[in-house]
């Protein structure tokens, strides 16, 4: 394993190269969605994931992979980091790839949004384009297809498969919130599955800390939806790191939803996010109404940089 070798700029080894970048992985705002929402008993939390390096909540599972990658031995600076994503998973590691000099391969689904693909060029980013209609699954079949056609150029990192990915979130984004809450006990924790790393590292950790919280998944209403980042778990291929028996319920949110909660949390909350984390509030507010007490947490995954597209059409 070569943990020193230098490359350009990166007069550094791979080792230092992580520690330096660790502690701007994570660390994300507690923020109380005291304006949006209200009900005397009921509480609801995000965590505002696009503050922290990466710019998104993947940036806690691309880390992870990356570190353990090159403490066994299987990723240096003389391989190629390959994997799929639909966007943020990429744009992490691309973020950290190019800080510690090594090179990455993403396959990503060709709508994807023009933000998301320039942005991975611009961090020095191979972008190979899979099958808008076959979405991240054909992204997965082409990834893991390269990989096996050149074992020896790729580390295929697999963020759908790879366990790396849900522990960081129980390694992480679980203590953060409950260490953010202080006084206050977390009755639920609501997330959109898309490798399902979130729900199910944040969950793992919760359920330990108190088997009472409830873990609640949300999903699309539809396979065809425009929420980025969520998959159909009933029409897609399954990751292998999703736990079926994890959540304690499942609700469903709609595009119309998602993008409706978009506006309100611009104009009443003053924060500009993407459509995932209006989702997983949708969600979140469906649920507090059906309670009387509660303290509801959520993650909102990335701001709205990546979705101009969605923010002309809804404020034009
Ligand atoms: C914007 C966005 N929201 C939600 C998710 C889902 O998170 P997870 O993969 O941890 O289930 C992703 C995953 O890529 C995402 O990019």
Known sequence: MELTEEKGVHQ???LEGLSQLEKFVGNTPLYPLNR?????????????????????????AAYNIVKDAIFTGKLDRAKT??????????????????????????????NASIERIRNLKSLGAEVVLTSE?????????KAKEMYEANPEKYYYADQYGNDNNWKAHYETTGPEIVNQLEQENITHFVAGLGTSGTLRGVGEFLKEYDSEVHLVAL????????????????????????????????????????????KEIAEKEGLLIGPSGAANLAGAINLAKGIDQGVIVTVFPDSADKYSEVYEQLFK
Request: proline residues 5%.
């Open 12 to 14: 550094f080894s791979l």
């Open 36 to 60: 949006v929402f209200q009900k005397p008993g009921v509480k609801i939390y995000a965590k505002l994931e696009w503050q922290q390096f990466g710019s998104s909540v993947k940036t806690r």
């Open 81 to 110: 980091l390959l994997d799929a994503s639909s966007g943020n998973t990429g744009i992490a590691y691309a973020s950290i790839c190019s800080a510690l000099g090594i090179s990455v391969t993403l396959c990503i689904p060709a």
């Open 133 to 141: 209609l076959e979405s991240t699954d054909g992204a997965q079949n």
């Open 219 to 262: 999903q699309p209403d539809s396979a065809l939806h425009a929420i980025e980042g969520w998959k159909d778990m009933e029409t897609a291929m399954v990751p292998k790191i999703f736990d079926a028996k994890q959540p304690d319920y499942t609700l469903e949110v709609s595009t119309e939803q998602s993008f409706a909660m978009l």
